[in-house]
């Protein structure tokens, strides 16, 4: 299932939606290599099954939570999950956008006065969405941009290039070679820091877009 892909349109890690620049096409079912993939090649009820399975036996076997092992992959998978969540998440953004766009008849009882209300609702749904998978990463210090900084930090000192470490590490994460724009979002992690300072504030900017579209009649 998740870790045996065998279709020769997803050949490597996907990334999750929300690790992604936000767009209103182009982001659900991808294939290919770069940019990275985001079609799933298992059904999503199936890692669903296994965080389950996982819960129920921390349940039983409190010992568990005391390996690391453990703790990682519970984190992992939960993250998964999350991020095949979230594409529910932004369709559900994208679909109440397009219909006020487009003027979608909507009852009387649903109207809102500003048609910017529907839209504002949906993304602050999605931003809370960001967050809470932020807070799930940021229970495992391996899923965290600050153990990422300080181990740069840590090899910069031993090497003297402070400044030039310090921001290949973060460029690396983010834009990764600001001067290629071919490369943005190659180097895509899933961490707390990243997701909650990074990506958060991407969507951010896009929902605020979506919103002062549905009151001007453009996203210029």
């Known amino acids: 299932h998740v ?6 349109l997803i050949p490597s890690a996907g990334a999750g939606i929300y690790q992604l620049a936000p767009s209103l096409t182009g982001l659900v079912n991808r ?7 985001t079609a799933l090649q298992y059904d999503p009820r199936v890692l669903r ?14 010992s568990l939570w ?18 095949n969540a979230f ?5 559900d953004l994208v679909k109440t956008y397009n219909s006020t ?3 979608a008849p909507r009852s009387r009882s649903n109207r809102p006065s500003d048609p910017s209300r529907a839209v504002a609702a949906k993304g602050q749904k999605l931003l809370l969405f960001i967050e809470a998978i932020d807070a799930v990463l940021a229970t495992n210090e391996h899923f965290t941009l600050e153990k990422w900084l300080d181990d740069a930090q840590y090899w910069a000192k031993k090497s003297g290039n ?12 983010t834009v990764w070679l600001w001067e290629s724009s071919g490369l943005n979002d190659y180097s895509a992690r899933a961490w707390s820091g990243v997701t909650r300072d990074y990506y958060k504030t991407r969507w951010a900017i896009f929902v605020d ?9 453009s996203l210029d």
């Open 162 to 173: 402070d400044k030039l470490l310090s921001f290949n590490a973060r460029s690396q994460v």
């Open 49 to 62: 099954q296994a965080l389950t399975l996982m819960l129920k036996a921390s349940a039983q076997k409190l």
């Open 209 to 217: 877009g979506l919103k002062n579209a549905t009151k001007t009649g």
């Open 3 to 8: 870790y045996d892909s065998k279709d020769p």
């Open 87 to 91: 594409i529910d998440v932004y369709q």
């Open 66 to 83: 005391e390996m690391p092992a453990f703790q990682l992959d519970l984190v992992d998978v939960t993250r998964q999950v999350m991020s």
């Open 31 to 37: 294939t290919g290599h770069f940019p990275a993939p």
């Open 101 to 103: 766009m487009q003027g």
